[in-house]
């Protein structure tokens, strides 16, 4: 059947699901261990990028640069974006401790 899925759940990949409907397996959530602070910049602005592997490959190079959205002008260097930024434990990032702290 042309256009259907082959995992026959209806939901169709590279769309967001909606609160009720089933997502097959291998579509999780791909920035689920992501800041949602965390955005790189190139020579053309900001990178549309939310897969956690490309995200990392891109931190790699000299082009681009790590940024947050709670500290503007703040470049963040590989090695913390590797471990703190694109890591399950980005909750424990001093910018998004701040955040936090700030909304009490």
């Known amino acids: ?3 259907a899925n082959a995992g ?3 939901v169709l990949p590279g769309r967001a699901s909606l609160p009720g409907e089933r997502r097959p397996l291998g579509f999780a959530n791909l920035r689920r ?3 949602p602070h965390f955005y790189m910049t190139g020579t053309r602005g900001a990178l549309p990028v939310h897969a956690p592997h490309l995200l990392k490959a891109l931190s ?5 640069v790590s940024r947050c959205q709670l500290r503007g002008g703040v470049h963040l260097e590989q090695g913390y974006v590797a471990d703190v930024c694109l890591a399950a434990r980005f909750n424990q990032c001093v910018f998004y401790e701040d955040e936090l702290t700030r909304g009490d």
Do not use: A, L, P, W
């Open 8 to 10: 026959g759940s209806g």
């Open 1 to 3: 059947m042309v256009g």
């Open 33 to 35: 261990n992501v800041c």
């Open 60 to 64: 790699r190079q000299d082009t681009t």
